[in-house]
């Protein structure tokens, strides 16, 4: 086994012969390509997990089912399905900051979040989050956690799916669910930003 | 396997690279590859295990500098040539064609309107890893517990930073898929799985640890034992 470094060009002349080879044995359609790239294009992404957020938010029972059984309460929002047959909801308080990785692979919750960024996919936040959480919130995403903040670092090891409900920002007692979830973006989900203040 | 790819806790990787803004694809070739992996799947040439242990054998300094969806086309390819689904010799054939002629087309396709379903359907339902088991739980939440040192040489979730450290078991979950046996070709072998809580302290030591901090990592009921009580324990 040799160490190959492929320019995008060879990559993409291996993937086309590759397809090229599942679609003659009936395996693959570039039309099944294009509906399963349109559905993580335009239709799951973070948008999902906003909507369970800012409902958490604003039905303290929705919030208590959702920190029980995550899979279940998304369920009800009729939210779920790969890559998140497992869910767990951690909550963040003016005590403790939770933060998601997978340093084995790249596992995420994709019914809520979508596929997850390139950053979190690559090396270094990996690496370097579950050894050190303050120093890469601060010093790699501008997100400063004061010392007194327990970091809790959920590393996804298996086939349950962490994700973070944030904290509700101060200010917006007013705002209904859709207001809200215009609020909640993917990284606070993950965990390495706040949610938007009003 | 003791991998590069077993990344958590390795220094000098640089700071995270955050772009902007950024395409869910950020190219034609990675949404080929991204839909491969379903249809594979369905095709019978790995379960979720085994494609995680073909992405584990790539040559290290290739994984670590290859964009993300190459580490799927390596373990598709892989899984494909060892299944007799792939000859690589004919891979290797039309790679150079499509390397010398890109806009050549693809082959004609027939409709499959089966294939359409199972995409809309697997979205939808996904694909469980839960699996009953009639094993009872040997711990439960608020037991401490120690992960095994053993450094396996097949394909296994007990990452090295947490191998021989001791923590809490935060919550229980049930019964799952065994990845030390369903990733290495053999059966589902169902075990509870549990997520343990240890101090930042345990894993890195007092003088690098964050004082203030805590790392989750789910363990299956095979990689841990009850902690040996310590000392002050024993005496009280």
Known sequence: MTATVRTQEEIAARVKALESILIEKGIMTTAAVDRLVEIYENEVGPQLGAAVVAKAWT??????????????????MGIGGLQGEDMVVVENTDTVHN????????????????????????????????????KVLGDDFGFDVPDSVEIRVWDSSSEMRYWILPQRPAGTEGLDEKALAALVTRDSMIGVGAAKAA | MNGVHDLGGTDGLGPVEIPENEPVYRAEWEKAAFAMFSMTFRAGFFGIDAF?????????????????????????EHHGIEKGMIDEAELDRRTQHYLENPDAPLPAEKEDPDLLAFVDGVVKAGAPAGRPSDK?????????????????????????YVRGRTGEIALAHGTFIYPDSAGNGGPDAPEHVY???????????????????????????????????????EAA
């Open chain 1, 99 to 134: 933060v998601i990785t997978c340093t084995l692979c790249s596992c995420y919750p994709w019914p809520v979040l979508g596929l997850p960024p390139n950053w979190y996919k690559d090396p270094a936040f990996r690496a370097r989050i579950v050894r050190e959480p303050r």
């Open chain 1, 59 to 76: 039905d303290p029972e929705f919030k208590a089912r959702l920190l029980a059984n995550g899979t279940e309460a998304c369920a009800e």
């Open chain 2, 195 to 233: 997520t343990v809580k240890f101090t930042a302290e345990e894993l890195w030591g007092a003088e690098a640890a964050d004082p203030n901090g805590t790392v989750y990592f789910d363990v299956w009921e095979p990689y841990i034992t009850p902690a040996k009580l310590t000392t002050a324990e």
């Open chain 2, 136 to 160: 009872v739980a040997q711990f439960k939440v608020g037991d401490r517990v120690t992960v095994a040192s053993d450094v396996p040489y097949g394909h296994t979730r007990k990452a090295k």
């Open chain 2, 52 to 76: 995680r242990y073909g992405i584990e054998q790539m040559h290290p300094a290739t994984y670590l500098l290859s964009p993300y969806y190459e580490h799927w086309l390596h373990t598709i």
